[in-house]
T-cell receptor, first 117, second 116 residues
Framework: AQKITQTQPGMFVQEKEAVTLDCTYD???????LFWYKQPSSGEMIFLIY??????QNATEGRYSLNFQKARKSANLVISASQLGDSAMYFC??????????????FGDGTTLTVKP | EAEVAQSPRYKITEKSQAVAFWCDPI?????LYWYRQILGQGPELLVQ????????DSQLPKDRFSAERLKGVDSTLKIQPAELGDSAMYLC??????????????FGAGTRLSVL
C-alpha cells in the first residue's frame, strides 16, 4: 500500500529565507506522480507543484522547487524567499499510475509552516 | 477562472440528522473526488467518480454515507444519520487527464461539518 510520511509537524522560517519541507513516500509502482498542496486557514487546498516519477529534472514553479530523490523515495518541497503569506499547512501527496484516473491518491498528514517577520 | 464549487461552506447539525453536501466540478472534468479531512490530518479519499460511475469507494462508510453523480457533472455526498465522529472538513476535487497530462486535482473550498 502506498504511504506518505511528513515528519515535521511544524516548521518556522524567517521572512525572506528559504525553507525545506520533508516528504518521503512508499510505493511498489514504477509510475506515479507526486504533488504538493498548500492549505491556508481558510481550508482550500491549493496546488503548488508536480513531479512525475519518470521526470529527470526537478520540478520548479516560481519560488517553489521539488527536490526529487527517487532512490531515497523523497520529494522535499523547497520554498525560496519566504513570505508572510506562505504561512499555512503543506501537504505532500502521491498518485499511483501515470496520469490514470484509476490511480489512488494518498496524502501525508501535513507540515504547518509559520513565517516570522 | 474555473473553479470547483462547493456548498454549503459550513454546516452544523445534531447527531442522527441527515446532511448533504454539493459539489460542482470544473467544467469538462470527468473525474470527481470526495475527501474527508479530520482536523490535523491529511485528506482521506471517500469516493472517486469517473463521469457518473464510481471507480473507488473503498473508504466510504456505506452504512451511513452515500454519493451520487447522476449526470456525470455535479455530485452530492450524503450522511444519514450523522455521528459525532463525522465532524470534519469535506473536500471535493476534480481533474481531467484529457486536458492535463499531470492529472492535477483541483479542490473546492470545502464544507466544514460540525455534529453536536
Amino acid at each position: 500500500a502506498q504511504k506518505i510520511t511528513q515528519t515535521q509537524p511544524g516548521m518556522f522560517v524567517q521572512e525572506k529565507e528559504a525553507v525545506t519541507l520533508d516528504c518521503t513516500y512508499d510505493t511498489s509502482d514504477q509510475s506515479y506522480g507526486l504533488f504538493w498542496y498548500k492549505q491556508p486557514s481558510s481550508g482550500e487546498m491549493i496546488f503548488l507543484i508536480y513531479q512525475g516519477s519518470y521526470d529527470e529534472q526537478n520540478a520548479t514553479e516560481g519560488r517553489y522547487s521539488l527536490n526529487f530523490q527517487k532512490a531515497r523515495k523523497s520529494a522535499n518541497l523547497v520554498i525560496s524567499a519566504s513570505q508572510l503569506g506562505d504561512s499555512a499547512m503543506y501537504f505532500c501527496a502521491m498518485r499511483e499510475g501515470w496520469n490514470t484516473n484509476a490511480g489512488k491518491s494518498t496524502f501525508g498528514d501535513g507540515t504547518t509552516l509559520t513565517v516570522k517577520p | 477562472e474555473a473553479e470547483v464549487a462547493q456548498s454549503p461552506r459550513y454546516k452544523i447539525t445534531e447527531k442522527s440528522q441527515a446532511v448533504a453536501f454539493w459539489c460542482d466540478p470544473i467544467s469538462g472534468h470527468a473525474t470527481l473526488y470526495w475527501y474527508r479531512q479530520i482536523l490535523g490530518q491529511g485528506p482521506e479519499l471517500l469516493v472517486q467518480f469517473q463521469d457518473e460511475s464510481v471507480v473507488d469507494d473503498s473508504q466510504l462508510p456505506k452504512d451511513r454515507f452515500s454519493a451520487e453523480r447522476l449526470k456525470g457533472v455535479d455530485s452530492t455526498l450524503k450522511i444519514q444519520p450523522a455521528e459525532l465522529g463525522d465532524s470534519a472538513m469535506y473536500l471535493c476535487a476534480s481533474s481531467s487527464p484529457k486536458w492535463d497530462s499531470k492529472n492535477i486535482q483541483y479542490f473546492g473550498a470545502g464544507t466544514r461539518l460540525s455534529v453536536l
